[in-house]
């Protein structure tokens, strides 16, 4: 931790008498440590300064951070606002429901929010158009023996979301290499000069978005189809309120956004974690032998309550979404504090997933907090989709995704006599490593 801190910052300060984390960087601030080492950080930061303290984010400025579990009520609360999210990330965000609030959120969401309810999703089909593409992709690992499990599976999320806008196979390559482009936005420097990553990622994002309008023109074009777009569009414009076709681009470029790198990464840690621990690994045989196939509604996941509790239980433990900006709209009371107008505020997800105040033994995997609960999931259960105005819209999609890849890994596996096992290291001197934050992780997983 402390080589990834400036030696040369050690004064402590105050910033609207809240104490400002020491170790900032000059242009990045604390980001070297966020990036690669945020639970050792959180844990300093409230070891010596207590549950209140300022981060630097380079860019995107100082965000007050706070781990005393009122901040998690922040997500729902009426003068907290998203719209930083648009301010840190416009080339990429704006316009998407992430970024919005009030009525202009409500309008959005509401016009496309049916699509994405276990009855759309199902109505859609989209469990049976999932299933064999991820059996098909499991198969392929299982008959080269061996493979780089985050690599892998990026490029199956891409796969999936691709096949929900029904992109031909043929023009696969074009589109992996527009959305690789369209990343570089995350990190782009405000340089718009020919051949830099803003340039790129701006032509990219046009690209994907006059794309998206083909779509949508298609959509209404042939009405009857079935499919996810489809239904977006055609509740988009059966829906009460004239939006322009902008929002309905914007949001659905951000469901190419969300349903990847999150995701991907999600998956590939419940990989590691069935490697880790063979007692995970023939938990979910047993159960998917008895399943004897791969679920595609959303009413045959409570079948498969193994493949659920592995991907909440990763998800809690492996959060791919460790923070979240907003800012006070009003003087808010945050614990013991009084918040000024205006603040802006980081939401450490990632504390509370792993908090001993949330959770009995936080740090362990335990498949046995989900499949042994008898009360409904809470919305702190589930704090990596959000809670409130602004829970994620794709969480009953991405359930569904979770458990058709349990299933269909546990059995293509199992009925060749392999498991997963890890070929390299995953902990590097206790650090903990995340695999959207490390895209060059090459954690490698075999089949043997």
């Known amino acids: 931790m402390d080589m990834l801190l400036n030696p040369l910052n050690r004064r402590h300060r ?27 950080l959180l844990q300093r930061a409230e070891r010596t300064l207590g549950s209140h303290f300022w981060l630097d984010f380079g860019p995107a ?59 759309g999703l199902t109505q859609a089909g989209i469990g049976d158009l999932f299933a064999p593409v991820i059996c098909a992709r499991v198969q392929a690992w299982r008959d080269r023996g061996d493979v780089t499990i985050l690599r892998e599976t990026g490029d199956l999320m891409l796969k999936l979301i691709f096949s929900l806008m029904g992109i031909p196979a043929q023009d696969l390559p074009g589109w992996h290499r527009k959305y690789r482009q369209l990343l570089q936005l995350i ?30 023109r298609d959509a209404r ?58 007692v995970l690994w023939d ?12 679920p595609t509604r959303h009413a045959d996941l ?17 959060p791919a979404t460790t923070l979240l900006p907003r800012r006070a709209l009003q003087e808010l009371q945050l614990g013991q504090r009084r918040i000024p107008a205006g603040t802006h505020l980081c939401i450490p997800l990632l504390h509370f997933s792993t908090s001993a105040l949330l959770h009995e033994a936080p740090d362990q995997f335990r498949l046995a907090r989900w499949l042994q609960r008898a009360e409904p999931i809470r919305p702190v259960d589930m704090l990596q989709f959000g809670t409130g105005p602004h829970v994620c819209i794709g969480y009953h999609l991405v359930w569904l995704e979770m458990v058709q890849f349990c299933i269909a890994l546990a059995l293509t596996m199992h009925q060749a006599g392999v498991r997963p096992r890890l070929l390299s290291g995953v902990e590097k001197k206790g650090r903990r490593y995340y695999p959207t934050a490390h895209p060059s992780m090459a954690i490698r997983i075999g089949f043997s």
């Not at 170790?23 to 440590?33: D, E, R, S």
């Not at 100082?62 to 579990?69: A, E, F, I, N, R």
């Not at 609360?77 to 990429?92: G, R």
């Open 221 to 278: 074009a042939h009405a009857a189809r079935t499919g996810l777009i489809n239904d977006m569009v055609s509740a988009f414009d059966r829906s009460d309120d004239a939006l322009s076709d902008d929002v309905l681009v914007a949001n659905i470029r951000l469901l190419l956004l969300a349903g990847h790198d999150t995701t991907a990464s999600t998956m590939a840690w419940m990989v590691i974690e069935l490697a880790r621990q063979p």
């Open 283 to 294: 938990a979910l045989v047993e159960e998917a032998q008895r399943v004897g196939a791969v």
């Open 61 to 119: 400025g100082h965000l007050m951070t706070c781990v005393d579990p009122d901040a998690f009520s922040l997500l729902k609360h009426k003068d907290v606002s998203s719209a930083l999210i648009e301010e840190i990330a416009p080339e990429l965000l704006g316009g998407t429901l992430v970024a919005q609030d009030g009525g202009a959120h409500r309008q959005a969401r509401d016009a496309i929010k049916a699509a994405f309810l276990p009855k």
């Open 187 to 216: 990190v782009a420097p405000p340089v718009d000069l020919p051949g830099l990553p803003l340039r790129r990622g701006r032509a990219a994002r046009d690209w994907i978005d006059a794309q998206l309008r083909q779509f949508v």
């Open 302 to 318: 409570a079948e498969c309550p193994v493949a659920e509790a592995l991907f909440r239980e990763t998800l809690r433990l492996h």
């Open 14 to 40: 105050l910033r609207c008498d809240i104490p400002v984390m020491p170790g900032a960087f000059p242009l990045v601030g604390h980001l070297p440590a966020i990036v690669c080492d945020l639970p050792r």
